[in-house]
């Protein structure tokens, strides 16, 4: 089994009150049954050992209680809270509750030490740009193959549509791409921070759910968060010739009331690993390839065309040949990681292009 860390860009990884104890992390039936009487509230944020509780409505800066030695906290986690006696106390975190949905990530696909980006969410929203669709669809297909493996829905967001001029290459592009994941159950919208296109259908995507943004530095994460979340002011960065800055370096959920939704806006992630997945499973979290029987599911793993009876977008077969041969390790990372350092995705958008190499650049700021 894969070690389990949790994500915060690799900043919130260690604190001094989980460290594990000498004596170990047995607890007696009495701690237990004390535990257990205190209410359940939800971690907001994780920014380098302080930890931010939602507890009946009030959001308390909180530290680790002893019986927590050992035992990680992420964003969406639900926990157990015994609040502030008074004024200059600070609410201890007791107990982490079991999750029920993860999106982890491993640095590498030959990796196997798995890290903790959200727990508990919804549904993670993949921002790509407009601009730049082939250095972010191959990202985007890791993203939706660990949600799938984690308990998530999976969307797609296409920001900076306003780069994209009507009727142009790029337009029909984008119209492509949201037309073959919509086909597999995919939602999508396409957006730009920058003019308000598009805002309202994303808002509807996100309405009553937790939902957790994922994308590479420089794609409009934060731009889109801050249009979203009245109030919220989080620092966006200028791009430069490999990329945005990350400006968004600790997880944060935020509420957005009148729609009933959470957000939560992750650092920027240049890489994401499938190595917590074993490559025989892979085909589960393809949707076109989930339900056939084992042997054609080997035969397609082996290079062979899938049966009349099986609908899979030419360019979705190339990817999930690509993911196993990383996952067997016949294929380094390098040749396909997420097309901006290898010469783009090679035509990933599907619309016969191919990567041109190229990383998003001369506009200032996010989109």
């Not at 994401?272 to 397609?300: K, N, S, Y």
Request: aromatic share 4%; with cysteine; charged share 30%.
């Amino acid at each position: 089994m894969p070690r389990i860390h949790d994500d915060h860009d690799l900043l919130e990884d260690d604190y001094d009150e989980v460290r594990p104890s000498r004596r170990g992390r047995n607890l007696s039936v009495a701690a237990k049954e004390r535990i257990a009487e205190h209410s359940a509230g939800r971690v907001v944020q994780v920014d380098r050992g302080h930890v931010s509780v939602l507890y009946e409505g009030v959001e308390y800066l909180a530290r680790f209680a002893g019986s927590m030695r050992g035992v990680k906290v992420v964003v969406g986690d639900r926990v157990r809270v015994k609040p502030p006696r008074h004024e200059t106390d600070l609410a201890r975190v007791i107990q982490r509750l079991p999750r029920e949905t993860v999106l982890a990530r491993t640095g590498d696909d030959d990796l196997e030490d798995e890290r903790i980006v959200v727990a508990n969410a919804d549904q993670v929203v993949v921002v790509i740009g407009a601009d730049y669709l082939d250095g972010g669809v191959g990202f985007l297909e890791r993203v939706l193959v660990a949600a799938s493996a984690g308990g998530l829905r999976g969307a797609v967001c296409v920001n900076k549509c306003d780069l994209a001029a009507a009727g142009s290459p790029d337009t029909a592009a984008v119209e492509g791409l949201l037309a073959r994941y919509a086909a597999i159950g995919v939602a999508g919208v396409a957006v730009s921070a920058h003019t308000g296109e598009g805002l309202e259908a994303l808002r509807e995507l996100l309405a009553g759910r937790w939902s957790a943004f994922a994308g590479h530095s420089g794609v409009g994460k934060t731009s889109l968060f801050n249009q979203l979340v009245p109030g919220v002011d989080r620092e966006v960065g200028d791009i430069g010739r490999r990329g945005g800055r990350h400006t968004t370096v600790a997880a944060r959920a935020e509420h957005v009331a009148d729609i009933d939704a959470w957000l939560v806006d992750t650092p920027g992630i240049r890489s994401f690993g499938l190595g917590g997945l074993a490559p025989e499973d892979l085909a589960d979290h393809f949707t076109e390839l989930a339900g056939l029987d084992r042997e054609v599911r080997q035969a397609i793993e082996a290079g062979g065309e899938p049966p009349a009876s099986v609908t899979i977008d030419p360019v979705r077969l190339r990817t999930f040949r690509r993911f196993l041969a990383a996952l067997r390790g016949d294929e380094p990372w390098d040749d396909f990681d997420d097309g901006r350092s290898d010469g783009g995705s090679g035509g990933l958008v599907g619309d016969g292009r191919e990567g041109d190499g190229s990383a998003p650049g001369g506009v200032e700021g996010e989109q």
